[in-house]
């Protein structure tokens, strides 16, 4: 079913433009679909191989009244992060908003872990994340305002048997974010994340019934969450409306861990 954006009715982003990494499906394409409703220019970051999904992605923004590119980057390859920003800047001209979205993981009891699986999720998820926001503060500190959201998770807040690694990377996002809002609050910038819980995704759709029924059973909304419902808050984050909120992370997990 086609669901019709109309970019003029909450245009709280017009003439902003925002770069959301790993966008081209899941939670990232979430937000994107949100931040061009609310009248933003998204950039759409992919990796090599979603070339279609990234044209998918940007064809359904253009198709609803929304305007958008996308530019393929490794967000763990310093050349191709740097490349592309100087692509968002000689293309849109700056940069208003970062969604640090990028993530993987590989899932294994630590004893069993292997190192190569615990340096891949840490150079994805956490110095992807330390790579765009560097480059994205660079533009920012210069026009003196921006907003730099990154999606951390409540396993990165509470641990979680098996993600050793996911957990490790998670958790210094909240660290790397708490220590960038210090350092460009005076510069007007904010710095914040945001700590999903389960949310509905296929990461989640192909565990078994019974996990997903464990699962349940420690979320006090007794469901799982929507890519929309992330994407919500992020809109929020990106808006004018959360100008006094940095060094925050924000748990979106239907109460599992309070």
């Not at 220019?41 to 998918?56: F, K, W």
């Not at 920012?140 to 996911?166: D, E, F, L, T």
Request: proline fraction near 2%; charged fraction near 20%.
């Amino acid at each position: 079913m086609n669901v019709t954006i109309n970019v003029t009715a909450n245009a709280t982003l017009n003439g902003k433009n925002a770069l959301i990494t790993g966008s081209s499906r899941g939670i990232g394409k979430a937000i994107a679909l949100r931040l061009a409703r609310d009248g933003a220019t998204v950039i759409i970051n992919y990796l090599p191989g979603m070339e279609d999904a990234a044209r998918s992605t940007v064809a359904e923004i253009e198709a609803q009244g929304g305007k958008a590119i996308s530019l393929m980057a490794d967000v763990t390859n310093e050349e191709q992060v740097a490349a592309m920003f100087q692509q968002i800047a000689t293309q849109c001209g700056t940069l208003d908003i970062l969604v640090n979205n990028a993530g993987i993981t590989r899932d294994q009891l630590i004893i069993r872990m292997k190192t190569e699986d615990f340096q891949s999720v840490l150079r994805v998820n956490l110095e992807g994340t330390f790579l765009c926001s560097r480059e994205a503060a660079k533009i920012m500190i210069r026009q003196r305002s921006g907003r730099i959201i990154s999606i951390s998770s409540v396993n990165g807040v509470a641990g979680s048997p098996g993600q050793a690694n996911y957990a490790a990377s998670k958790a210094g996002i909240i660290g790397l974010t708490k220590s960038l809002a210090k350092e460009l609050g005076s510069r007007g910038i904010t710095v914040n994340a945001v700590a999903p819980g389960y949310i509905q995704t296929d990461m989640t759709a192909v565990l078994p019934d019974k996990v997903k029924e464990s699962i349940l059973g420690m979320i006090p909304l007794q469901q799982l969450g929507k890519p929309e419902d992330v994407a919500n808050l992020v809109a929020f984050l990106a808006s004018e409306d959360s100008r006094y909120i940095t060094g925050q992370v924000i748990h979106i997990d239907g109460g599992m861990v309070m």
